[in-house]
């Protein structure tokens, strides 16, 4: 089985959210889970690999966050992820690292994450452990599936940034991302997807957003 899935994302004005949540009804594709917050802690090299990478546009490249959900700030649950790119296609490693303080320092919080990385054993992160914190983002998602379970929308608002090196944050509200995981052929793929596509990354805007020298 090819671990690795289509995934397109692009741009949405807000004053369109709503409609194309119809569009996404009429095409069988079902709001699953509620409308949550999402956190992220990136990690990155001294050098900053992953943002170059992406920058120049490597077709193979991958990034390293640490996840957990919910608004307020305290004891979540959070997840390793290792998002791996291969052209139009990517993979995810994951891990769970259990409940950890997400209201302390980021580099606190990054101190907590690789114990737990090494304690639990977690190979395929151990790469981190010679990462540092570069950016913390946030923001509201809503997720939809089709029937068969073979297309996954989410719908991403209420973007912010914080740049734990410099202290600086930005915000992006008139923006929405849309993120489509599908088999390439799909048509709903085929329909929903547009010409337009969104070549950046939530992780290089943020930087862009809150690290002046980039």
């Not at 077709?59 to 979540?76: D, N, Q, V």
Request: proline share 5%; with cysteine.
């Amino acid at each position: 089985m090819n671990p690795y899935r289509f995934e397109k994302k692009f741009l949405l004005d807000p004053w369109d959210r709503d409609a194309f949540i119809a569009r996404l009804s009429r095409l069988g594709c079902n709001e699953i889970y509620h409308e949550r917050w999402v956190n992220n802690l990136y990690v990155d090299s001294p050098e900053a690999d992953a943002y170059w990478d992406n920058v120049d546009g490597l077709s193979s490249r991958s990034k390293t966050r640490f996840r957990w959900y919910g608004e307020a700030p305290g004891l979540h649950k959070v997840r390793a992820e290792r998002k791996i790119k291969l052209d139009d296609v990517n993979r995810k490693l994951t891990h769970d690292l259990g409940e950890l303080d997400t209201s302390i320092a980021p580099a606190l919080l990054f101190h907590h994450i690789t114990q737990r990385i090494q304690n639990q054993e977690a190979s395929d992160f151990y790469h981190s452990l010679i990462q540092a914190p570069s950016l913390i983002n946030r923001y509201r998602r809503l997720y939809f599936l089709n029937a068969d379970e073979s297309v996954r929308i989410t719908i991403d608002s209420d973007l912010s940034y914080f740049n734990p090196n410099n202290g600086l944050s930005a915000e992006a509200q008139d923006r929405i991302v849309i993120e489509l995981k599908a088999p390439a052929e799909h048509p709903i793929a085929q329909d929903l997807v547009p010409s337009q596509l969104y070549k950046s990354s939530k992780y290089v805007d943020g930087l862009l957003a809150t690290q002046p020298h980039f």
